[in-house]
């Protein structure tokens, strides 16, 4: 599986950014799509997950109430819609891909067998 992120720019503060993650092929092992980020000096850190299966979504606290993670199963494409975005956010977003995972497992980094090239976010005036 090969995925592909985009999306990612310059916006103000109390912006809106959305960013794509789109998939070479749907099969089992892209059944979890997750966004992590990670700014200059910190570590990678979850931000949303979407699991097919379940068709649940969860969020990271600092992302509840602002991003929106939606699935488009046609177009293989995940999407994550960023509402008032504050500079706190600024980093680097990367899509992962991961076979049906419990929730307890959704945060993990090695839990991800696929990622993308990660797409630069910037909120700034």
């Known amino acids: 599986v090969q995925l592909q992120a985009s999306g990612g720019g310059l916006v103000q503060p109390g912006g809106s950014l959305r960013l794509s993650c789109a998939a070479s092929?749907?099969?089992?092992?892209?059944?979890?799509i997750t966004w992590f980020r990670q700014s200059p000096g910190e570590e990678r850190e979850f931000v949303a997950a979407i699991r097919r299966t379940e068709n649940s979504q969860h969020y990271s606290n600092s992302a509840k109430g602002r991003f929106a993670i939606s699935r488009d199963n046609a177009k293989n494409t995940v999407y994550l819609q960023m509402n008032s975005l504050t500079p706190e956010d600024t980093a680097v977003y990367y899509c992962a891909a991961a076979p049906r995972l419990i929730v307890s497992e959704i945060h993990r980094i090695g839990a991800y067998h696929y990622w993308g090239q990660g797409t630069q976010v910037t909120v700034s005036s």
């Open positions: 092929v749907r099969t089992s092992s892209s059944d979890t």
